[in-house]
C-alpha cells in the first residue's frame, strides 16, 4: 500500500493550513484507491525541532515524525504564510532532516493565507526549498487564502493536485542516492 507523510505547519486549532492539508491528503488518496496516510502536525513537536537544532539529537516524537517523512512513498506539504514566505517552523522541520532524505520523492506543495497576494509563496519559497533537497514537485501547487474554502475552484485544484502526486506515488522508481565517490565527466564518457 502506499505511503503518504503529510508535513502541515498550521499553529491554531483549528488551522485553515492543516484543513488544506487534509483535503489534499483525501484527494490523494481518492486517486490512488487506498493509501496509508500519516499527519505530521509540527505544532505538536516545535519543541523538539528547535532542541534539535541546538543539539544535533532529536527527541523520540521528533525521530518517528522525521521516519514517517523519509519513509513515506510521497509528501504533501502545508504551510501558512507568514511576512511573504513560509514558517519558520516549517523550514526549521526540513532543516532537521538529511540533505539527502527527500532525493527523488513526489511532494505536493501547498500554502495558506489571508489574502491571494502571497499566492506566489508556492513558486518563489516553496518550489525553490524542495528543488535544493532534489524532491519531484508536483506540476500543480495550491495556494488558499481564506475566501477560496468552499469555492469549486480550490475543490477543482486540490483534485488535481492530490491525482498528480498519486501519479507519481503509484510510478515511484527507487532513485540512487548520490555517490560517494565523484567521477570525471571524461571518465564517465569512456565507459
Known sequence: ?????????????????????????????DALGEAEVTVIELRD??????????????SPKLAAAISAVTS???????????TAS???????????????ALVGKPVLIAATG???RHSLVLDYQLRPLFAYLR???TPTGVYAASSDFGSPSLHDRVRR???????????LRTVAKPADTFVPFEQLLAQ
Open 72 to 82: 513515506a512513498d510521497a509528501l504533501i506539504t502545508v504551510t501558512p504564510v507568514f
Open 161 to 171: 493536485a492530490g491525482a498528480e502526486l498519486a501519479d507519481r506515488a503509484a510510478g
Open 86 to 100: 513560509y514558517s519558520g517552523l516549517f523550514k526549521s522541520f526540513f532543516d532537521v532532516l538529511d540533505k539527502d
Open 135 to 137: 524532491a519531484e514537485v
Open 114 to 116: 489571508g489574502t491571494e
Open 45 to 58: 513537536i516545535a519543541v523538539d525541532v528547535t532542541n534539535n537544532m541546538l543539539t544535533g539529537f532529536p
Open 1 to 29: 500500500m502506499t505511503t503518504i507523510a503529510v508535513v502541515t505547519a498550521g499553529l491554531g486549532q483549528p488551522s485553515s493550513t492543516r484543513l488544506l492539508a487534509d483535503q489534499l491528503a483525501a484527494a490523494t488518496r
